[in-house]
């Protein structure tokens, strides 16, 4: 997914969670107006300065940022930087004199259009447009004297909640990603049973092999990894199996995780599933008639493509 459809989706969420108490930070980044503030946390998470970013969080929430895995703090300042790496930050205003806070990075920018802040005694409310995006607000309460980041739309900023949920979605297009490897590799079999009429004994057969050297051993139709078993936090097994007709010309694919994620700043783990298993694939082996096609197909065989 990326980070502008992230953002979107992020723009559009109807989730309303508690959000926690707020008591003095022991370091305070002062800003006497909202849209300040708000600039200058949208500026923090463009240059990836998760240390700062924190200083614009409610205390219990910049707690629970700061505990955080590092990968999961720079996940969550990309999400809102809507880039994919560390940016310079470009503050100007428009003609009306609002905030346009440009982040710009190597492979392009974004850009986040300020409006009229609506204060209310300890809370602001500062609507924000992002070209191509939905227009949304960003809340503020104002806690020991600065102004902190309170929620966006209608999602209030529960930093343990929101890396659980985020999590969760991680996982969950990991695991499809995981069943299309399956699939990958079931392709991969059949087409080295096409070229080598027979199926291969382990998944190192179907590794890598030195330039112009495929062999039977080293097919050059998954990468180093799957070859080895395991990939992206999975392990994939592989095993010929009892056709119905009793010949070994069927195979077994499967892959499960290999940990247990603990989620920081929560009390919980979240698992994912126990696994997947493609049914029986049954390879039908090249006749006598096809065979002489063999070594055609063994040259048409090209490097890694799972």
């Known amino acids: 997914m990326s980070t502008l459809t992230s953002f979107a989706a992020l723009l559009t969420a109807n989730l309303l969670v508690l959000v926690h108490g707020t008591p003095a930070h022991a370091q305070e980044a002062r800003d006497s107006e909202p849209a300040a503030a708000l600039s200058a946390a949208l500026a923090a998470a463009c240059r990836a300065n998760a240390d700062q970013f924190a200083k614009y969080l409610t205390a219990d929430n910049a707690a629970a940022f700061r505990a955080l895995p590092e990968e999961q703090r720079a996940a969550f300042l990309k999400r809102l930087s809507l880039t994919d790496e560390a940016g310079k ?10 905030t346009v806070l440009r982040c710009q990075t190597s492979s392009g920018s974004a850009e986040y259009h300020f ?15 992002v070209p191509g995006s939905h227009a949304s ?51 991969a079999v059949q087409t080295y049973v096409h070229a080598w009429g027979k199926l291969p004994e382990s998944l ?19 990468n180093e990894h799957l070859a080895a078993g395991s990939e992206r936090g999975y392990s994939y097994r592989y095993r010929i199996v009892p056709a119905p007709d009793g010949s070994e ?15 920081a700043g929560a009390r919980s783990s979240w698992t994912p599933k126990a696994g997947f298993m493609l ?3 049954t390879a ?8 002489r096609s063999k070594a055609k197909r063994r040259n048409n065989l090209r490097q890694p493509q799972v």
């Open 279 to 281: 049914p029986i694939n």
């Open 115 to 129: 409006g009229d802040a609506r204060v209310r005694e300890n809370l602001a409310f500062i609507p924000v447009t």
């Open 137 to 187: 607000e960003f809340g503020l309460v104002r806690e020991t004297g600065a102004w902190r980041l309170l929620s966006l739309g209608l999602l209030l900023f529960d930093i343990p909640q929101l890396s659980k949920q985020w999590m969760e979605q991680d996982f969950a297009a990991r695991e499809d990603a995981v069943i299309q490897t399956l699939r990958g590799l079931a392709d």
């Open 204 to 222: 190192a057969q179907l590794g890598p092999a030195p330039q112009d050297q495929i062999s039977p051993d080293q097919a050059s139709l998954v």
């Open 249 to 263: 010309t069927a195979f077994e694919l499967a892959a499960g995780p290999r940990t247990t994620v603990k989620l």
């Open 89 to 98: 930050p470009l503050i100007s205003s428009d003609p009306q004199q609002h």
């Open 284 to 291: 039908r082996l090249p006749t006598r008639t096809t065979r």
